[in-house]
Structures are given as C-alpha cells and as structure tokens.
C-alpha cells in the first residue's frame, strides 16, 4: 500500500496536511490547529500521482494531483502557505456523457458540527442547516472553530451535495450530462479559529481567483449618494398624484426636496414605467391592473416584460426627456420576458430569459442613452426555474449573466441583482459592475433585519454592498441600519412626509453618504446562539478604520417579541483593545470598559440599540465623530484620526454648502482644541466642538490634547 502524506503549516494557527492513499482512493484533509480531519474516496486505487509547488491569485501553493476511472477522471488538490485555503479541481481529459463525479465527496466528517448555508431561493435567506445547492457550506462548532466548503467555479449549475453528517460533497446538477475535452470544476475549502476568519478567509480567496474588486463607492452614484426609490413599499410605487401624472410627480418631489434642502443623488424607477403582460412568472393569468385607482394600461400590470421602453402613457416625451428634466441619474428595474413579448422573435430567448448578447446590447443602450447607471435585475430566482436550459447546461446561464454585465460594462452601467438564490452571489464574483444586491424582503422592516445582516456576509463576501430595500425616513432603527450596511440608503417617502433629520443623519449636505468602510455583519455568537435556538438579541458590527484608531459600530436587536432583552459582548470581540468607551448616542450615555471585559445592556422599548465604541488614547481622549452621523466618523465627514504623542489629530471634511460641524468625544480630564469651541461635561466627561469651515477649504485640521 502507497500512502502518501503532505504537510504544510498555512499558517501559524492553521497547519493543514494533506494525505492520499494510492491503494483505497483515499484522500484526506487534516487541520492541525482545529484538530479536524475529512476525508473521502474516489472509491478505487489512484494512479499517476504526482506533487507540485505553484502559485496563482491566492498565493503560492503545494499541490498533489491524480487520476481514476482508466485516466478519464483527473484530482488535483492544492493548499496555500499564507492562508488556511485548499482548492480541489476535478478534470476531464477527454470529455463525458455522464454526470459529474462528486470531488471532493468526504464520507469521514468531524462530529458535533453546526450548519449553515443560505436558502435556494429568492433573497437567499440565511438557513441553520445545508441546502443542497450552489451555495457555501458553514460548519463550525461552540468554540467558534469552523469550516467553509463551496463551489469554486460552474456557480450556475453547481451543486453541494450531502447532510454533513455522513457527506460532504460538490459537484453540477445531475441534469448536465455533455462535458467538453478538458472541462475542469472547483471547489474552495477554508478551515479556520473563527467563523468570522473563515469567512474573510473564504471571501478573499475567491475574489483573489476571479479579480474580484469592492466596488469603488465615489464611482456609484447608488453607493456615493442618499437616493429615492419607487419600489414596493415606496410611497410612489404604482402610485401618484393624478392630477399631474406620474413623471410629473416625481419631478415635483425633486423641486420639494431642493427647496428644503434635502440633497437626492439619484432616482430609481421600479417595474411600473415599461410595459408589462397579465401573466406572471409561472404563465399564470392574473389581474388586468396593478393599482386599481389608476388608469389601465400595459404599465399598470404586473406581469412579465412585453418591451423594456418607457409607457408613452407615463412618460409622453421619452425616457431621456424626463431624465434631463430631473437631473438626476436613474436606477431603473426589470422582470422576466413575457412568453408574448416581440423579443422572442427579435432575439434568442431561452424560457422566460435572454441569452442573446444582442438582447442586452439592445437594453443597455437603451439606458445609457436615458440617463441610467444602473439597471436592476428583479426576478432572479423565477427567472431559473422558469429557464429549464440554465440549469441543465453547462453554459445557458453563463451566457445570461454574462450577457447581461458585460453589455452594462460597455455602457459603463452598474448591476444590481435582486430576488437572487445564492448561486447568483457566487456568480458575482465574476462582474466588477455587480456593485449591489439585494439582501432583504420587499420594503425593509425590523422582521427583516436577521435575514438582512446574515445574508450581507454573503453579498459582501463575493464582492457586492448588500442594499436593504425601501423603508421610509421616519423610521430611525431601518436608518441606522441601512447607513450600517455601507450599501445604498434610499427612502420612498410620499412629498411632506419624509423626515429631514433622519435623512441629514446618513449624508452631508451634498448627499454623499456618511458610511463605515465594509457592511454591517454578525458576531460569532449569533451563528452558535441561533443554531441553538436561542431567543437572545443579535450582535452586528462595523468598522471605520483611521491609520491606527478604529472606530467600531455595533447594533443590537431582538428578533422576535419574547427574545431576552439582557445582551453582553466584549470589545476584544471587535477586535478592539486596552480601554474603550462605549456610547450610546441615541441616550447620550457613555462606559469605559476594558476591552476584555463583558459589557452588558437591556433592549429598550425601540426593539433595537446603537452603540460608537471608540479607542481611549494614552492621553485619556476617545473621539466619537460627528455628533450628526449614524456612521460618526465615516471617512466623507472624518478623513484621518491619527494618534501623536498626547495629541489627536483629526482631519474633517465639508461638504461645499456646509458651514458648520459638531464633533464629539469623551474626555478623562479637560480638553482643548486648536480650533472650534469645545465645551465639556464634567459629570459625563462627553465633550462637544463646534467646528466652523474654514474660509477656502472645504477640510479642517483639529488637534486634542488634555
């Protein structure tokens, strides 16, 4: 019997070795640190077994590859020095007519374990057990020890396969049978002390192998600017003021807004401005109307996409023409292909989608030339099950969402998905234009919140901000989050219902957004206290990072009405050490605390709590921001913190219209300012600085010091 045995240590904290064996078809992956092992079988002897050293995105790697099946089945499995990473890769030489064989296929799995995946189905809902889809597998244990397993190519079509109890496997859906010479498919496994280092560790990997970028914020209008939407749950969606038509009523909230200096960066039309059918996804025929109280009309439906141009009814100038009127960039929605629509004898339509490069040269051209930045694609999980071809050949998806990012990206248009199953995220990865997705329900509510947070690990993971929906702007706890997510904010409010002060507390005057630098994601306490089904708060925090000074945020809620309302964390949780204040800004209260010490609170009657937890400098100084921002020092108000001596030197920034900015902190003993008033509480120690704009600068230059 040949047994061969690799080892390498990853890293420090996660030495992973690797092991075939030549006789049983055995192969094993063994983490060191976490003290786990999962193995499979190819279920006969290897041959052609050869070792490797190579490098690719991920870093350099030591790799062991071999074959089976009389050559026609070829593994490679590769593991990294720098990063706690193994990829296998299943190969083909010379094509099949058979379903995929499952590699990896582990039979031998560590006990004991949680699960975790994310539904197969729309919003890709985040699921405490393992769907058998193209989508990551969680595992982790109560000391937070955990691994990640998923698909690493084919996202469309691939499929996770087993009850990781007794199977672990990946592989393509058993409908594809045609594999060309040479086909390869992948799969990821991270192995990690942390289920939030195994997720950073799973995400970067993987954006590393696909090129995949954060999306450039000041390069978005929907991430840049505090946007209106007339979505479900909008005020204005399939709804206006009669008297002065639909256009003109948008056009009139514009001028309202402007003329209470309410800055709006963008506008999104949802599905209600292009003509529609009766019949919905499933070839059903439904009402003749959306909104009964309004004229009929191919608009007023809601059915499937007849033609994606503006209704002559709505808009009798075009598109283009109200655009320029409003003078705001457009987000625009879609929905699935009508079984009736022209498009079926214009281009090649595959069930209720398109394929056809032309088809998306047709669409995107079309916005680009009215004014549109980003076009939203709603439906996503109807569209697959009603596409039989996506998901039972190797390339029909492909061609969609390819045809579809790469048309935005000659238009230099962004994508948002909306309605997406989880294989839609992971194919993300492939599209720097994918910029958003939705990770929420229809008009955002605190019963969505879990859902919301949970699925952003996704989104954020593979590459795109995750947006919660519309809400409206009286509602504080759907604020804070939303401006938390780093995603877009946008509210739907009807004209004179909206709330400035809420709207003011996510953006600057000029509308861009106050923001932390990544979204809002759960502890490592959720995942083990939710799998356990508990009925305690959830924890979910952010982060703005400054040279060495992080500001953290940290958002807790109940999920249900009989929850706990008694939550603890730590900040060393957050990474954060030494001395810390937590505060909250809502009730102006502040704590220092030790960072390894439990700090505890009650949910109040809000259902929700806020907390700024900013480092105490050696001087006894903690900066907490702008006194006006959910997101207090977000890098458009605060540019640089930066810790010298017994000085804090913060850099702040303006918004051209601005003239004055109120910044906070807490304080051991007196403070000074170099400029600004700055006045103290000696009973909280919390200080305030009101800040003037300079003359002919749009920044200022503040040094604390005791």
Not at 461 to 469: H, L, S
Not at 489 to 507: F, Q, R
Request: aromatic fraction near 12%; charged fraction near 20%.
């Amino acid at each position: 019997m040949l047994f061969t045995c690799i080892s390498l240590s990853a890293q420090q904290f996660s030495n992973i070795e690797v092991g075939v064996n030549s006789t049983s078809g055995q192969y094993k992956i063994t983490s060191n640190a976490l003290h786990w092992t999962f193995s499979g079988t190819v279920g006969e002897g290897l041959s052609d077994i050869s070792q490797g050293n190579g490098s690719d995105e991920v870093g350099s790697f030591k790799s062991i590859s071999f074959s089976w099946n009389k050559g026609q089945d070829i593994g490679r499995i590769r593991w990294y020095n720098a990063a706690p990473v193994v990829i296998f890769t299943i190969t083909l030489p010379e094509g099949s007519s058979a379903p995929l064989s499952s590699f990896p296929d582990f039979d031998v799995i560590p006990s004991d374990l949680y699960h975790f995946s994310y539904h197969n189905d729309h919003f890709a809902w985040p699921r405490f057990l393992l769907e058998q889809t193209s989508t990551p597998w969680l595992l982790y244990d109560k000391q937070n020890k955990a691994c990640i397993i998923s698909p690493a190519s084919h996202f469309m079509v691939a499929k996770m396969k087993g009850d990781g109890l007794h199977q672990i496997a990946s592989s393509l859906n058993a409908e594809i049978t045609s594999f060309p010479k040479g086909f390869s498919y992948s799969t990821i496994m991270v192995l990690d002390n942390s289920i939030h280092k195994s997720w950073n560790n799973w995400g970067t990997a993987l954006r590393s192998l696909y090129h995949r970028n954060f999306p450039d914020k000041d390069a978005d209008p929907l991430l840049k600017y505090y946007g209106y939407w007339t979505d479900n749950g909008a005020d204005y969606y399939y709804n206006y003021d009669t008297t002065i038509g639909y256009s003109n009523t948008l056009l009139k909230l514009k001028q309202y807004y402007q003329q209470q200096h309410i800055p709006i960066g963008y506008m999104q039309l949802d599905s209600w401005w292009y003509e529609k059918t009766d019949y919905g996804p499933n070839d059903k025929l439904g009402d003749d109307f959306k909104n009964k109280n309004l004229p009929r009309g191919p608009w007023n439906r809601y059915g499937g996409l007849m033609e994606y141009r503006a209704d002559p009814f709505l808009f009798p100038h075009g598109m283009a023409s109200f655009q320029r009127k409003l003078g705001l960039p457009l987000a625009t929605h879609n929905r699935w292909i009508d079984p009736r629509s022209p498009y079926h004898q214009q281009y090649n339509v595959s069930g209720i989608m398109s394929p056809d490069p032309l088809f998306w040269k047709d669409i995107m051209s079309y916005l680009k030339s009215s004014g549109v930045v980003c076009y939203e694609q709603d439906w996503l999980d109807f569209i697959y099950r009603n596409s039989p071809e996506m998901g039972a050949t190797l390339n029909v998806a492909d061609s969609f969402t390819d045809g579809m990012a790469n048309a935005a990206a000659k238009e230099k248009m962004n994508l948002q998905y909306c309605m997406a199953m989880p294989r839609y995220f992971l194919q993300g990865l492939k599209y720097n234009n994918l910029t958003t997705i939705r990770t929420s329900d229809d008009r955002f509510n605190p019963e969505k919140w879990m859902k919301f947070i949970f699925t952003s690990q996704l989104a954020y993971e593979t590459g795109a901000m995750p947006w919660c929906d519309v809400f409206k702007s009286t509602e504080l706890g759907n604020m804070i989050l939303s401006v938390l997510s780093s995603g877009p904010v946008g509210t739907g409010d009807a004209i004179g219902k909206e709330s400035k002060h809420n709207i003011m507390l996510s953006c600057r005057e000029d509308g861009q957004i106050v923001r932390p630098d990544v979204p809002i994601l759960p502890l490592d306490q959720d995942f083990i206290m939710m799998a356990n089904h508990k009925h305690s708060p959830i924890l979910a925090y952010t982060y703005t990072k400054h040279q060495s000074v992080t500001t953290n945020y940290l958002f807790a809620f109940c999920n249900h009405a009989e929850d706990e309302k008694i939550f603890h964390f730590r900040p060393a949780e957050l990474g954060m050490k030494n001395e810390v204040i937590v505060y909250n800004p809502i009730s102006k209260e502040a704590k220092e605390v030790d960072a390894k010490d439990l700090f505890s609170d009650k949910i109040p009657e809000s259902n929700y709590a806020y907390y700024i937890l900013a480092p105490v400098s050696s001087s006894g100084i903690a900066f907490l921001g702008d006194e006006n921002k959910i997101a207090a020092t977000g890098k458009k108000r605060i540019a640089s913190i930066e810790e010298v001596g017994s000085q804090l030197k913060i850099k702040v920034l303006f918004a051209p219209s601005e003239q004055q900015v109120i910044l906070q902190g807490y304080s051991r003993s007196s403070i000074h300012s170099n400029i600004g008033k700055v006045t103290i509480d000696p009973a909280t120690h919390l200080f305030s600085l009101k800040l003037s704009k300079p003359n002919n600068s749009n920044q200022a230059e503040v040094i604390l010091n005791p």
